[in-house]
């Protein structure tokens, strides 16, 4: 099967309404008014048709395996370069491999089409195994002009290969070609030159679109009630119904023009309205596209089941909902270069490119990637003959490393007025990646309110200047703040386990088969243990082990099977030892092996009891022991244990099970506090799914929406290093979590701890003993045992050492707004957010605006500046006693954020 294997779109976050062009320019050109509906796409001052077709291109390959791309086109009629393998650039910006064809395909409006015609007779050949076609344009028009309305900046991108995962099945083609002139750009020119609209209306898409696509039905014995949607270029509305009606389209098969949400995108259009086809379609849905421009390709598509398996991307759709628009039409003109403001004296520095170095270090410049330490795995960039980690060192052990989709975030920031910028202030600052490496960058597509410290950014490929004496624009990748729920989904997707080692107990079904895939699908290794037995235990089979490890290898993970029983320490310790035979180490464990046998108290039969028990609770014991042992020596680890509602709250007819599942929460209580100074968390989960020990208590409508596959995220994330919990209880299932938690209340003291309280004192206080009002939870016995003891501790006089260091940070706080000096912050709006460690530690803000200042105990949202120190050195520096910058340079003083501005605490409270 031949087709699109996948799909990516990009449209600027940018838009400009269309009335502001009206408003500014409507006393020139007042019949503008009659296209004024919506908005219009437009490009951020650092981005071209070539960084767009980067972004679509991407967007595409997520989740692809690029390095089998052997052909790529790059279609668009203002490319960056006239003699400069544009494609040339684009390969190199994606690490592609060098033993690939790519070609410019330019001159002509329906260039995008032409471009994934070419690429699907390549695949169909056999001559292309994989091709990937870009398409983008950012046309120019004169001001207050019908083109300036319609037009829109925006790219799209498909990947055409052959096999199952065609979402898409090629199903036939048919071109005409006409040298009809409805516009042209001539050599040299910026704009083009327009004929008028009704010769383009009329003679060009109201004929020649028909006969391309009755040529088509004709080739392929077809008509348009095979057709689900049918998808076309044209910035005339009305003329594309016409158009749709006159081949025998009602208004429901045909694909909007995207007037109002963006505008036509030129050579990309007619790629952009099928990726958001494809975006919109069910299997089975046909789809025939239609590309204009000196003629028209029209093509068919079928799409396929495996659609439904690609995985979520930006795509049009997602483009279009991630937007920004402004009324600012000089903004407008000033970032498509059509008013130029005079920049400076700084903006005349030089901006000659040396070549030769862009070509030696031309992966590092253009596509982002460093190096990897194949000793140590340190990631770093830029790359370096030496490893970074000074525990490392070592020399040329360095391997390519694509930082370009690697999770990061902002470390520190700040806006600079005196350095030249398009968009003032020019926003820089540090960003770190969350793997390993960090590097000075520009931040793009945001205003300095849209960054704080913390905040993850993406990494985008933009324009950095322009030589105007040479011709030549020159790239390199910026960070972009993510939207927070984007951040939040990306951060999802970007946890791994590459390198660990994981146990799963049960692993033959239900959830442990869950956990084992999910894990073995984000990079580790797996032991797949399980006895393979009915739900109460008895019998045994490999079967469901191998099947699971069957799995996982033919996805391209690796896993070995372990058969024995958990109920005994001798199965424990060889479900260990098959692990570190395998693999070598062993990092995570889930305790997730059970078995039910389920009956009343008065008809547990002690064998019974003790097969449940041998199973849930000395089992994990039995596997915990041992992997607890290997973890200390490698100073890491994750232990999860399975509890249950029943453990936690009680369920009829399950004793056994019962106690074993909350005496699994005592053992977690004990194994955090022995596995802290370890590194080794240990959390339990009382999962709520549809498993085989289930199957038959929830009601079977409820039985069939608690799926594994909703457990397995939490399960995992404590599995993880990004995990900083310990000693903890979850509830989890349904997509619905939350924490459980063991409290104390504050209790009663009863008496003078002399003489033992009577019955009648119990009774008369027991609601105060019963009383959870401010109840909390302890690490350990001996806080629970603090408690005891303080309820009859005499407080000492003036408060403890914690109540007077508390004492004198609070008055540092509260003398704040005092020695506050309006005067020096005149037009300052910034935020101080104070985090202090140790006694009479905590969190405060000063907020400073208008010439006021609020002081408050707590987090900003976003504070301009962190000052993190120990609360007694934070006093000392007020009083004067410790000098901030000996306190900066000796690591007792940390800023994240704006460093500058931490710079003005000194002028702005006086003490």
Known sequence: MIGIKSYGGYIPRLRLNRMSIVQAMGWFAPAIITVAQGERSFCNWDEDSLTMAVAAARDCLKGMDKQQTDALYLCSTTLPFADRLNAGILKTVLHLPDAISAADITDSQRAGTTGLLQALRGVKSGETNQALVAAADQRMTKTAYFYEMWFGDGAAALLVGQGDDVIAEFLGAHSVTHDFIDHYRGQGRQVDYMWEERWVRDMGYATIIPQAVNGLFAKLGIGMDDVDKLVFPCFFAAEAKNIARKLGAGPEKLMGNLHEQCGETGAAHALVLFVKALEEAKPGDRILLAGFGQGCDAMYFRVTEASAKLAPRLGVNGSLKRKLTTDNYAKFLVFREQLQPEMGIRAEAPKHTALST??????????????????????????????????????????????????????????????????????????????????????????????????????????????????????????????????????????????????????????????????????????????????????????????????????????????????????????????????????????????LRDMTLLRMAPENWRAVVDVHLKGAYNVTRPAFAVMRDQAYGRIIFTTSAAGLYGNFGQTNYSAAKMALVGLMNTVKLEGGRYNILANTVAPLAATRLTEDIMPPDFFEKTKPEFVAPLVLYLASERCEHSGQIFNAGVGYFNRAAIVTGQGAVIGDGQTPPTIEDIHDNFAAICDMAGGQEHNDAMAALGQIINAFSAKPAGGGQKDQAAEQVQAVFSAMPGAFQAGAAAGLSVVFQFSLAGQGGGEWFAAIADGACAVEKGVHEKPTTTIKMDAGDFVKMIKGELNAMAAFTSGKLKIDGDVMKSQLIEKLFKF
């Open 358 to 595: 862009l070509w030696r270090k031309r992966d590092q410049i253009m596509g982002l990637v460093g190096g990897q330490c194949q000793k140590c795995g340190t990631p770093q960039f830029p790359p370096q003959r030496t490893c970074v980690n000074p525990d490392c060192r070592a020399i040329d052990s360095l391997a390519p490393y694509e930082f370009a989709d690697q999770p990061a975030v902002v470390k520190s920031f700040t806006g600079d007025l005196l350095a030249v910028s398009v968009d003032p202030p020019a926003v820089y600052g540090m960003v770190e990646f969350v793997n390993g490496g960090r590097f000075l960058f520009d931040f793009t597509d945001c205003v300095m309110d849209d960054l704080s410290v913390g905040q993850n950014v993406e990494m985008v490929f933009r324009r950095r200047y322009v030589d105007d004496d040479r011709g030549f624009s020159g790239y390199f990748w910026k960070a972009a703040p993510l939207p927070k729920a984007k951040a939040t989904a990306q951060a999802a997707e970007q946890i791994r386990f590459d390198g660990q080692v994981a146990i799963v107990t049960g692993a033959g079904a239900g959830l442990g088969r869950t956990y084992a895939l999910e894990l073995a699908k984000r990079g580790a290794k797996v032991v797949i243990n399980d006895l393979g037995g009915a739900r109460d235990g008895k019998g045994g089979d490999a079967a469901a082990a191998d099947k699971v490890v069957r799995e996982i290898i033919e996805a391209g993970g690796q896993a070995v099977a372990n058969y024995d029983s958990v109920s005994t320490p001798e199965g424990g310790a060889n479900i260990v030892k098959t692990a570190m035979d395998a693999f070598g180490r062993v990092d995570i464990l889930v305790n997730n092996a059970g078995i």
